[in-house]
DNA sequence: ACTGGTGTTCTACTAGACCATAACAATTCA
DNA sequence: TGAATTGTTATGGTCTAGTAGAACACCAGT
């Protein structure tokens, strides 16, 4: 069972700390299809927050068809983040640990490495990125008819 | 000269992003001591945002020690963040964008890519205290006041 | 059928972010 | 000196996301 934490100082809204605590344990392997989730009011209790926000992080997750609510049991796992082998998951973040030593030896701090994912990714995308992404770009994409 | 970009989709506040944008940029070498940022009102114009969004963002990063503002000028960088050889800032990002591609092909998406690396940082520095925790607790809490 | 757990809906409040506008102040340079 | 460029302050308003409280709806075991 996970167990959820919200950091009201964070500027990531409640409910989206608890979409992304989700999402993360799924990736990780932390969380599989058949566990329930902690039901909304202990959530409510242990993070202090309002049963609307968790519900708003639940439903996201429903929508996204990682999770399935039955009113009455609790709501569960369905989907999977999984899609990363378990194998394939140990190496890279064997892969990643070595390269973050390779930084540290660098004289990197941890914002500096998460800098410099940030820029990688960006990079990266802007690079690879040639029509649908996300938010304002899809309009644009559907104004051209170009959906792959 | 710096170019920002700002994404209204994002949860991050406007003023947030330009700083944080600025911060990285510290980071990673491309913003030095001595150079200029943009304009307020070229931002306004830039990122179709209020000046005083800007000033906001500005203000934040002056009261930081990162930048100077300088009436009639111009607003100018004054600190740093990140010290490193730009010769192994090279060599990492490669290595990182090798590393990145290799997790895009297993399947990660950018928030899982950053997950992973939050994961292992953690881990690592976990494992740091606790190898500081023979005889010496104070370490551990010494190096994270330097973080901060 | 009762009961206690569960998810759910409705309505409304609030704080923060943001914008529009305008005027003001300091510096630079012709 | 005067114009242009820059940062700064101030006012006042709008909007939206996030959150809250209370009541409702459904299900399973007893």
Tied chains: 1, 2.
Excluded at 9 to 19: C, G, N
Excluded at 30 to 49: E, F, I, M, Y
Excluded at 81 to 92: I, K, N, S, T, Y
């Amino acid at each position: 069972m996970i167990e959820f934490h919200v950091d009201r100082t964070d500027s990531l809204p409640a409910y989206a700390q608890l979409v992304k605590q989700v999402r993360e344990a799924l990736r990780l392997g932390l969380l599989k299809p058949g566990d329930r989730l902690p039901a909304v009011r202990d959530v409510v209790v242990s993070c202090t927050v309002n049963a609307n926000t968790v519900l708003k992080a639940y439903r996201e997750l429903e929508h996204g068809g990682l999770v399935e609510a039955r009113q009455g049991s609790g709501t569960f796992v369905t989907g999977s983040l999984g899609a990363v082998e378990p194998h394939d998951m140990a190496r890279l973040r064997t892969g990643l640990a070595r390269w973050v030593a390779e930084a540290r030896t660098a004289g990197l701090e941890d914002e500096d490495v998460k800098a410099l994912v940030t820029a990688v990714l960006a990079e990266e995308s802007a690079a690879a990125d040639r029509d649908a992404h996300q938010g304002a770009a899809r309009q644009a994409a559907a104004r051209q008819g170009a959906k792959a």
